[in-house]
């Protein structure tokens, strides 16, 4: 890959992103969906607080353990569809939220399969919320994505969204990352 | 003394009328801690947490931060997770395996059964002074392990387990019991939800405890259909055949909402979505219904086991401990049971739905979490406190000889089949609520 070629596939990856984060906190969440392939993984595991020589048990894992998220397009879909019911009360009144994507590395394109090639990519968020009066939230982490270019454009195949705090200090979990 | 005057007039349950300032205020919580949170049995973790020797979790009794651990001889252990020296904690990982718990303050090292093994300087700086016998971990006064799940109390007068939780244990099994009817059986999944929410712990306790009412919280998530049959937020056949039962044990505080299942009618299909499931739960309770009798026909829900810890004995089969941090905040800590002998899908189907479902990214309980938040915070004014929390459905209709066709069952119950809901749980849970508060030891409680 040329230096042009990889700096015109960060831009593609970063415009991802951030139209991505846009549909969020505009709510069009049934295009946000539209994003996300159909054998998409969404998954954040919880933390642990571990010796420094022992990570392999900070995280729970996905597939065996209980976590924050471990689930596909389904269960996603229900979430949106809950919040759109407009009587999902810890999300009515509507929370203002805002994702500040950052930091984006393009960590490589994987394996041409079948299924097109897919794209490795690492950031950090910051995503805020705000909800009816002074209740506040900040909960900031990485992504690890997987990208597939499907018709052209990019879709996510799969995110690994590693929050830091081990104590969830937030009361739920209502929104995406 | 001049709390218990006090509370007098905050906690009418024959009346059920209830004060908010039990929720609100800063020295009726501070009491709580003497009084309910360092003498009543608290749950504090799974063995299978702790299977080896040198196993540790750090979990919570009330405020306070413990160590469960397993020693090298094998006995499990509860401490105080605080050096006896300048009280620093003594284990600040989660956790793990280790041969001791070192302090990293001043360096006192503890051994897994609690004996302090290690003082620098010890020799020079306290010559013969230091009785090293007499400064171990503090240790609870009493501890149990009951079908895997572990329980401690501090307080050394305190009736056994089996006696604190009394005629409950039939509602308390069905939780731990395996669904086919074995004692025991269920094992926890790795990883604990551990959470805060902006409430009083007694929110989530006594809702919990059965509140049968708080349909509208939910309809969100009904509407969506998370259930094991891609419908509503459950599977609703079954339940909409049984009978519905409120237990309480007001003389513990103990409660859980049931169902009784008919004698003579056959299941309702359940757990339409995975075929490989719907046929395990079918087979168990065959098994259930050989092992049981007539008793195989109760099924449990939600509960609270008087006073901060949740068994919810139904899918999503967990248990809850709601600890206390401060009158206006509380720490959840969530754990998630299945049959430890249940086939890999299933117990992924269940981990799933575990997982949609509850805590706080559970599409159910986030709604719940929203209540209570914002409850609490209402409940916090000057004039909000001069008016009582209403807990009147119900009152007057439970019965101590409850009997369906030949089968009887323990705990004075309200049958609310066609009233929906009571709150005769939570009645039960206050009542004795205020024992604990009143009391001045436990010869007051028995």
């Keep these: 890959m040329s230096d042009v070629e990889r700096l015109l596939l960060r831009q593609e990856v970063e415009e991802f992103l951030y139209r991505e984060a846009e549909l969020l906190d505009e709510r069009r969440y049934e295009e946000w969906l539209e994003l996300l392939t159909d054998d998409v993984r969404y998954f954040m595991p919880m933390r642990r607080n571990v010796p420094h020589d022992e990570t392999e048990r900070e995280f729970t894992r996905e597939g065996v353990d209980i976590s924050w998220f471990d689930e596909g397009k389904d269960t996603l879909t229900r979430r949106v569809r809950q919040i759109l019911t407009g009587i999902h009360w810890a999300e009515e ?44 939230d900040v909960l900031v982490g990485k992504r690890e994505d997987l990208l597939r270019r499907v018709n052209g454009g990019f879709k996510l195949a799969r995110r690994r969204i590693v929050l830091d705090q081990s104590v969830l200090l937030a009361k739920n979990l209502t929104f995406f990352f | 003394m001049a709390l218990m005057k006090h509370l007098n007039g905050l906690v009418d349950v024959d009346r059920g009328i209830i004060s908010r300032e039990i929720f609100v205020n800063e020295d009726i919580y501070r009491a709580e801690q003497e009084q309910v949170f360092a003498r009543a049995w608290l749950f504090i973790g799974h063995e299978s947490q702790i299977r080896n020797p040198g196993d540790y979790l750090v979990s919570s009794m009330g405020e306070e931060s413990v160590i469960l651990c397993r020693d090298r001889s094998g006995r499990v252990h509860v401490f105080l997770n605080s050096c006896r020296h300048r009280g620093m904690k003594v284990c600040r990982y989660d956790e793990g395996n280790t041969i001791e718990f070192q302090c990293p303050y001043h360096g006192w090292s503890y051994a897994t059964d609690g004996t302090l093994v290690g003082v620098p300087f010890a020799k020079d700086a306290y010559g013969a002074q230091l009785d090293r016998s007499q400064w171990g971990l503090i240790e609870v006064a009493r501890l149990e392990v009951y079908k895997s799940t572990v329980w401690a ?33 269920t094992e926890a999944i790795g990883g604990i939800h551990k959470w805060l929410v902006p409430c009083n712990w007694k929110f989530p306790a ?96 939600p509960g609270t086991m008087f006073p901060n810890t949740s068994p919810l004995a139904r899918q999503p089969r967990t248990l809850a401990v709601w600890h206390p941090r401060g009158p206006h905040q ?29 805590g706080p990214s559970g599409l159910t309980e986030q709604d719940d979490m929203e209540n209570w938040n914002y409850a609490h915070k209402a409940s916090r004014g000057t004039i909000a406190r001069q008016h009582p929390y209403n807990y009147e459905m119900g009152l007057g209709r439970s019965t101590r000889a409850f009997e369906d066709h030949g089968l009887t069952l323990p705990g004075a119950i309200t049958d609310v089949t066609v009233a929906n809901a009571s709150e005769h749980n939570q009645r039960g849970f206050y009542r004795r609520w205020r024992q604990f508060m009143e009391a001045a030891s436990w010869d007051e409680l028995r």
Aim: charged share 25%.
């Design chain 1, 93 to 136: 009144p509507p929370s203002r939220i805002c994702h500040m994507i950052s930091n984006v590395q393009v960590l490589g394109a994987g394996p041409a399969g079948p299924s097109g090639t897919e794209i490795a990519v690492k950031s950090r968020f910051l995503v805020y919320r705000n909800r009816v009066e002074t209740e506040t």
């Design chain 2, 330 to 358: 509380t720490e959840v800590w969530r754990w998630y049971f299945v049959d430890a002998d249940a086939p890999p899908e299933v117990k992924d189907f269940l981990r799933h739905y575990y997982i949609r479902y509850s």
């Design chain 2, 153 to 185: 109390t501090w307080d050394r007068s305190a009736p056994s387990f089996l006696d604190y939780i009394g005629g409950y244990k039939v509602y308390l099994d069905l939780l731990l019991d395996a669904w086919d009817g074995r004692e025991g059986g």
């Design chain 2, 206 to 301: 006594e809702n919990f405890s059965g509140d049968r009412y708080h349909g509208v919280s939910h309809r969100s998530v009904d509407m969506v259909g998370i259930g094991p049959s891609g419908q509503s937020r459950r599977d609703m056949g079954e339940r909409n055949q049984a009978r519905w039962l409120d237990v309480s044990f007001p003389e513990l505080g103990h409660s859980m909402i049931a169902f009784l299942r008919p004698h003579d009618a056959p299941l309702a299909p359940a757990y339409q979505d995975a075929p490989v499931v719907a046929d395990y739960f079918r087979r168990c309770e065959e098994e259930r219904k050989r092992r049981r009798g007539d008793s195989w026909r109760l099924f449990g829900g």
